[in-house]
């Protein structure tokens, strides 16, 4: 599993965790959770979530190359590694 990243949420937060690292961001306001991850393109993330005004779940995509820019992290160091993402609470 040392190739595999974890996505979640607290609240507004979502959280991306790698290895030692936990990256966390603003997420929108009705989300409730992530419930599976559709596909992990080296940094993009299609995730289908839960949000609070729609009782299906929804598809939702995550760029995290402007929100390691804006962290002051390499993209393209960060993510080599990263193989796979899962949805994971604690």
């Known amino acids: 599993m040392m190739d595999t990243a974890f996505l979640s949420n607290e609240g507004c937060y979502t959280v991306f965790t790698f ?6 961001f603003i997420a929108p ?14 940094g993009y993330i299609e995730v289908l ?6 009782e299906e779940l929804e598809e939702e995509y995550i760029d995290l190359i402007p929100i390691l820019k804006n962290l002051y992290i390499e ?3 960060f993510l080599k590694p990263i193989k796979n993402v899962e949805v994971k609470y604690a």
């Open 29 to 42: 306001y009705s989300l409730q959770y992530y419930e599976e991850i559709l596909k992990w393109d080296n």
């Open 75 to 77: 993209p393209s160091e």
């Open 49 to 54: 979530a839960k949000y609070s005004h729609n």
């Open 19 to 24: 290895g030692e690292n936990r990256i966390k």
